[in-house]
């Protein structure tokens, strides 16, 4: 039912030039669950996640964020649906000019207006509660490790106390401790805020720790969806392959002899 | 002959593409610029930056003007003995085309690449995305300072460089070419009108506005990595530089054309 659903895609298609990135595919997002997407590199995964923050526009389809449609709205209706959104990002996309506690502030001064004293103190919480010291919070970007600027990015994304939280390869780039961290951390804060969340990944050890519900893309469209313990014993061709990381089965590799 | 007329006809349209893309860009980014929220931190930091730290380049760059002016005035003048225009020569030259053209192309060189490789280093590690989630509007936030602060600190430089390089043609005039100093001044202050100071700032502001709006387009088009940084940064200043000298002929035939 649409009411339970907090963001519904259907028929969702993209591409770049002759490339089809996104073909015709549908999605749905239970209202305060977390949904995790698998899939190979190149499979439409961060296209997707772009086309519902509005960062890409698809060729067509429809994406329903509360039961009112994103495609096609005004920029103020998407400025207002932004304010419910946290993401956290691949590549973290901290504000390498501004320090720390000013980037986890970001939301909060420029995008609700409030004080910056009032916002530093709120900063201060959140970098707290990913695990990060008050005296991180004077530093810049480039002076931190890549653990650490994914804690900001994930403090920086959960500042404004969201509705819904998208992560882009949360774990990409990070060791097994780290990552493991953050999957923990992700899966405190989602609970904390009782937020829908929403990630992408190649991580099965993510999916997981941090899913509720799984989907797995694949050439632009979803081949999979259920419940996130079922991934294990799916049934389902490409499912079992990605997740025992098999060469041989339906996802084919184009690799050409040396 | 048909690829060589298609070639042709390729060029000419991707030429026309682009000047829309500019021209579209530049509206939605004046559009913006006058709407609420304003920056204004970021638009005294652009300030600072494009007026204040371009001071140097440019107050030698007109010096230096003034000087080989009022030297080279000196030996084409001599043969008819017309000396004492050189004063007259200096003082419009600088302030109709020389201190305008010269200080926009330096500071197209200084900050319309800085401002492109930001941008686009910004582009390509999703901080321009990351903005957008954060409900922040990248047109507002980065673009409209940018644009601003060029509009009004270019003919504040050039004013300081008309001076300055007048200076210069004022110090090759009385200590090397023996003009007495006095006479020097009041043919230069009697000889100067308003309207080739005003016509030279109005081109001021113009090639100020050129300079931001080029260095924000490329870098917020950029793509491809730190090749795409390079070639943003490149295509910044060298459109900008070809622009300044095209509108250069367009307010001069504005303002002097009979």
Redesign the interface.
């Known amino acids: 039912m649409s009411t339970d659903l907090k963001i519904k895609v259907r028929g969702l298609s993209k591409a770049f030039g002759r490339k089809v990135v996104l073909n015709n595919l549908d999605l749905d997002v239970p209202r305060g669950q977390s949904l995790v997407v698998i899939g190979g590199s190149g499979t439409g995964k961060s296209v997707l996640i772009k086309c519902i923050l509005g960062l890409l526009t698809p060729d067509k389809g429809s994406i329903e964020i509360d039961g009112r449609e994103m495609v096609g709205a005004s920029s103020d209706q998407r400025e207002d649906a932004m304010r419910k959104f946290g993401m956290l990002f691949q590549g973290s996309a901290l504000f390498d000019s501004l320090p720390v506690w000013e980037n986890v502030a970001f939301g909060l001064i420029e995008g609700r207006g409030m004080k910056r004293r009032a916002a530093k103190e709120i900063a201060v919480r959140k970098l707290g509660a990913v695990g990060l010291g008050p005296e991180v919070g004077a530093l810049y970007p480039a002076e931190l490790s890549g653990g650490m600027q994914k804690r900001v990015s994930l403090a920086r994304a959960i500042a404004t106390e969201p509705e819904m939280i998208f992560f882009d390869e949360p774990t990409t780039g990070l060791d097994p401790i780290m990552s493991q961290v953050i999957n923990e951390l992700i899966s405190k804060c989602v609970n904390d805020l009782g937020a829908t969340a929403l990630t992408i990944t190649h991580d099965m050890h993510s999916l997981r720790e941090i899913g509720d519900q799984a989907a797995m893309i694949f050439e632009g469209k979803i081949v999979w969806a259920g419940p996130a313990g079922d991934v294990d014993h799916s049934g389902n061709g490409f499912v079992d392959q990605f997740v025992h990381g098999r060469a041989e089965g339906p996802i084919k590799m184009p690799i050409r002899p040396l | 002959m048909i690829s060589f007329l298609q070639t042709i006809g390729r060029t000419f349209l991707s030429g026309l593409e682009a000047i829309g893309r500019v021209t579209l860009f530049t509206l939605k980014s004046v559009l913006l610029a006058i709407q609420p ?1 304003y920056y204004p931190r970021l638009i005294l930091k652009q300030m600072i930056e494009i007026g204040f730290y371009s001071l140097p380049v440019v107050g030698m760059t007109a010096i230096f003007t003034g000087m080989v002016l009022a030297l080279q005035t000196y030996t084409g003048f001599s043969r008819f003995s017309a000396e004492s225009a050189i004063p007259n020569v200096v003082v419009i030259s600088l302030t109709r085309e020389l201190g305008p053209v010269l200080a926009g192309l330096m500071v197209a060189g200084r900050v319309g690449a800085a401002m492109a490789a930001e941008l686009g280093t ?1 582009r390509v ?3 321009i ?2 903005l ?6 990248p047109f507002k ?1 980065l673009v409209a300072p940018r644009l601003i602060a060029g509009l009004i600190m270019l003919p504040v430089l050039v004013l300081i460089a008309d001076i300055i390089g007048v200076a210069g043609g004022y110090l090759v005039s009385v200590v090397k070419l023996g003009f007495n100093h006095a006479t020097y001044l009041k043919n230069t202050v009697d000889f100067v009108q308003a309207l080739d100071v005003i016509s030279g700032l109005v081109k001021a502001g113009v090639f100020g506005f050129i300079v931001a709006l080029m260095g924000c387009y490329h870098g917020y088009h950029s793509h491809g990595g730190a090749q795409g940084v390079g070639k943003a940064t490149t295509n910044a200043v060298v459109t900008a530089s070809i622009l300044i000298l095209i509108f250069n002929y367009v307010v001069t035939e504005l303002f002097f054309a009979r």
């Open positions: 929220p910004m590690t999703e901080q995305d990351a957008t989630t954060l409900s922040t509007n936030y």
